[in-house]
């Protein structure tokens, strides 16, 4: 099966000596995108990379950013969303001893300052 570029390309190629405008012109026309919505998600994704963070990166280093963004788009992990889908539910009966033994813990904590604090003061 041909591809629409291929067929285009060999016909623009194939009769570019008899009609060498109209060649010139599908030249000039035909790789324009059909609509703007990639173009668009470049400069969202540019505008997301170009912080004021990373403003020392060079041309060089933000277009292969950009490029990577791209490739990547469909393949990277949402962790945020995986452990978000995998929320542990917890009773708190359960850990009732262990907030006990921190409520103690904490009233230790308090008679050791005071008996710090009036010692202090002797």
Known sequence: MIHI???IFTVTQDHAPVYPTLARIALDVLPIQ???VPCER???????VATDRRSRLGSD???ELLVMKSAWRGTMVDWAA?????VEEVDL????ELLEADKQAQEWEEVIEISDT???FE
């Open 42 to 48: 470049l400069f969202s994704a540019s505008k997301q």
């Open 34 to 36: 059909a609509s703007a």
């Open 5 to 7: 570029s291929e067929l």
């Open 61 to 63: 280093r933000f277009e």
């Open 82 to 86: 995986v452990n978000t889908a995998e």
């Open 93 to 96: 009966v359960d850990y009732v």
């Open 118 to 120: 009036q010692s202090d």
